[in-house]
T-cell receptor, first 106, second 114 residues
Framework: GQQVMQIPQYQHVQEGEDFTTYCNSS?????IQWYKQRPGGHPVFLIQ?????EVKKQKRLTFQFGEAKKNSSLHITATQTTDVGTYFC??????FGAGTRLTVKP | DTGVSQDPRHKITKRGQNVTFRCDPI?????LYWYRQTLGQGPEFLTY????????KSRLLSDRFSAERPKGSFSTLEIQRTEQGDSAMYLC????????????FGPGTRLTVT
C-alpha cells in the first residue's frame, strides 16, 4: 500500500525560529494535502498541492511539492506559540503520514 | 454549528461487546471518511463513501468492522466483538464531491475497551 514518511517526528524550537517538516513517498503522488492538529483537537485542512514543483504560501507558511511529485515540505517562518501542534501530510486524499509534532518555547 | 458532528464523544465498553458510532457530515458534502487515530500517530484510513456507495475499505480493517451510509447523509461505524486493541479515537471527515477534496473532521469518538 501507499507508504508516506514524515520527518522529523518531533521538533522543538524557540519562538521566532523557523521550522520545516518533510513528507516523502516512494511512489509518484497525484496530490498532497497538509493538515494541522492542535493538542486535543482534530485535523484541520491547510492546503492541497497538485502540480509538480508547486509552491504555495499562507502568511508565514510555505508549502512545496517536489518536481518528481514524490515529496513535499511545509516551512514555517518565525514560529509563534500559536503554531504548536502536529502537522500531517496526506497523500492521494486519504493516506496520512505519522506527523511532525511541533513545540514552541516562548 | 454546521460542521461535522459525531456521537457519542466517548464510549467505554467491555471486551467482546459491540459498539456503534454515528457521524453527521456537513450537509452538502458527498464524501464521508472514517479514520482511526492512536496516540502519536496520524489518522489511519478505514473506509470512505461517495454518497451512499462505499468505494474503498482498508485491507487492514478486519471483518469485525462495518460501515454504512444508507441515504448518503449520516454514517454509522460498527465494531463487533471489540478487543482492547480497538481502543482509539475514531474520526469522521467529510468533503465536497469535487477537487481538492479537503476534509473537514469531526471531534471524534474516543473508544476505550476494558
Amino acid at each position: 500500500g501507499q507508504q508516506v514518511m514524515q520527518i522529523p517526528q518531533y521538533q522543538h524550537v524557540q519562538e521566532g525560529e523557523d521550522f520545516t517538516t518533510y513528507c516523502n513517498s516512494s511512489t509518484t503522488l497525484s496530490n498532497i494535502q497538509w493538515y494541522k492538529q492542535r493538542p486535543g483537537g482534530h485535523p484541520v485542512f491547510l492546503i492541497q498541492l497538485v502540480k509538480s514543483g508547486e509552491v504555495k504560501k499562507q502568511k508565514r507558511l510555505t508549502f512545496q511539492f517536489g518536481e518528481a511529485k514524490k515529496n513535499s515540505s511545509l516551512h514555517i517562518t518565525a514560529t509563534q506559540t500559536t503554531d504548536v501542534g502536529t502537522y500531517f501530510c496526506a497523500v492521494n486524499d486519504m493516506r496520512f503520514g505519522a506527523g511532525t509534532r511541533l513545540t514552541v518555547k516562548p | 454549528d454546521t460542521g461535522v458532528s459525531q456521537d457519542p464523544r466517548h464510549k467505554i465498553t467491555k471486551r467482546g461487546q459491540n459498539v456503534t458510532f454515528r457521524c453527521d457530515p456537513i450537509s452538502e458534502h458527498n464524501r464521508l471518511y472514517w479514520y482511526r487515530q492512536t496516540l502519536g500517530q496520524g489518522p489511519e484510513f478505514l473506509t470512505y463513501f461517495q454518497n451512499e456507495a462505499q468505494l474503498e475499505k482498508s485491507r487492514l480493517l478486519s471483518d469485525r468492522f462495518s460501515a454504512e451510509r444508507p441515504k448518503g447523509s449520516f454514517s454509522t461505524l460498527e465494531i463487533q466483538r471489540t478487543e482492547q486493541g480497538d481502543s482509539a479515537m475514531y474520526l469522521c471527515a467529510s468533503s465536497p464531491g469535487q477537487r481538492p477534496y479537503e476534509q473537514y473532521f469531526g471531534p471524534g469518538t474516543r473508544l476505550t475497551v476494558t
